[in-house]
């Protein structure tokens, strides 16, 4: 009836309002036939591919189906965003899942009409909108009926059906990495995690039953180690929760609209992004326009003032930053939306869950909050691990590492009297590093909030350091390797000469390394000082800042091939762009 009813159509929207009466009797008829016991309660009871089994083996597809209204919560979430991924692997990209579905790939597969029920159901804001429903916040037992639910069930059932006669490949999948040097704070006892859930008023009415759910989910978590999908669901479960609370507090202490914490599909809600960005200009764009394109460009940084950060303390921000926010940490709500995991650690789903309730007690009476001080502590003291300046600091500290190893090979060289000359300098690179080590520097102090705009320059500027680090590194593993084979007496005479070569160089290349971390941070100032952040406005900046790239992904592969005269060649060019740069102002001066 779908096909024949609403299948020609060119305006979805239209098809999508118009089809919602029939989902729902459609829903009710699933709904009797599953009561009835019509249809079978395992969907992969049939023989099915590889892919259909690794999809769903990892989610109990019959919770759909629970009486209990939590149950069925919580199954809608992973069920939802192991649909999503079933789709995106059908046109293998990550798009929109109303995009995916608009493929025509994906209506020649599953059809025209189960792709209309798909975008009624998850993809189009004037449908049922469970994907943002769920995946945005708004998720609480009542609205999620049992009727949708045995819908959804059976819309995947005939998926897999669709499917089992197709061989489609997975997409590959993002790893989750672990947090360097994450720590965590002392076992809280289950009576003190209940205590924070039942008194927290973060917490809305509604979802206080679904957070008991999940903590009495989470309560192996607490123990001992756990498998990596069930860290996945417990990780999913909360961060959904989690995301309420956020904008429960974002709406109330900004004194904002209480339709941006709201879930209709005619109103503006405050994303995870906009909440973690500088304070929001007043003037929010009408309901359905692009927050980020109509106003977050006008107003980028021009005050910094963040209402979460006010009542959250800054390691606690700092926190949720990196576990959600910047685009070099997890980014673990967008991955876990869109199923771009394999599964999850024990750590960073404990780290999830430890990192929840210490937001929730904070909004507990005070007796309850010294009951979990050393929670309370443990966050407040957190650092950012993937904020830009921190990546820039830790990376350029490796480079210092790697040119202290470099130094200490020198000098056990010389140690050992070989008879090797130092390569003279260059007088023109000579002249070069001089300038650069004048340069007066101080480090950069880098703002908390760095707008999406400068994120492509810091990216750079990074790339460029990790390029440094890894023909550093690969330096001096070739350096070792060529003293141990020449301590064995295993160089033929050209090769001795190539390593005597090599040694005369070194100090060279150890200068140049000093040099680079003033040029960093000679970059780092200048993004800093940017009136514009208008890429064409700033092309020579950025040309320099390819061109650097460009330099040392050559020399990663030039010192593989000992080829010591091209990496002087090289370091030249590269030291003398930004010598330029500097004199001609494209850099300040």
Known sequence: GINAEYGDSSNLDERVVNCIPLCKRIAMQCHNAIENKNIRSNPLALNTTPFIKSIWRSTDLSQLLSVNATERAFALVTVISRLEWVISCLVNRRLHLKDNLLSQCVVDILGSGLVLVLQCLLGCVQGFNLKNLCW????????????????????????????????????????????????????????????????????????????????????????????PSYNMKLSSLNIVLLQHCLRRLWVVASESDVSRCSAQNTEFYITLDEMFSPEIPSDIPRPGASYFSSVYTKHELKREKNVLLENLGSGTFFALLDLLIHGEGLRLRDKLSHCECEGLSTEISRHVLNLSLSILARFCESGVQRSCSNLLSHYNHYQHRYHPHSLILNSLADIDRIAADLTSFVEEVRSLDLEFKEVDSVEELESLLISISDLSICEPSIKLFVGQSKTKYYSLILQILREMISYSTELLVVCRNKRD????????????????????????????????????????????????????????????LKSSLKCFENLVTIVGQCKWTEIGKFLIGYLKSWNTAICNGVLLP
Do not use: M
Not at 149 to 169: D, F, P, W
Not at 513 to 542: G, P, Q
């Open 136 to 227: 945005h916040g708004f998720l609480s037992p009542s609205n999620v009926p049992k009727e949708i639910c045995s819908l959804i069930y059976c819309t995947v059932c005939t998926v897999n059906s669709k499917l089992t006669q197709r061989n489609v490949k997975k997409r590959t999948s993002n790893q989750i990495q672990l947090i360097p040097n994450l720590s965590q704070p002392s076992e809280l006892s289950e009576s003190i995690c209940h205590l924070i859930i039942k008194h927290s008023s973060l917490i809305h009415s509604e979802q206080r039953q679904l957070w008991l759910s999940l903590l009495e989910l989470s309560t192996p978590l607490l123990y001992s180690q756990t498998t």
């Open 485 to 544: 084979l020449f301590s064995l007496r295993k160089l033929r005479s050209r090769q001795r000469q190539n390593f005597f070569s090599l040694l005369g160089s070194l100090p060279i290349f150890i200068r140049c390394l000093t040099c680079s971390r003033v040029l960093v941070y000679r970059a780092i100032l200048h993004v800093e000082s940017l009136a514009s952040l208008d890429f064409e406005e700033n092309k020579e900046f950025l040309k320099l």
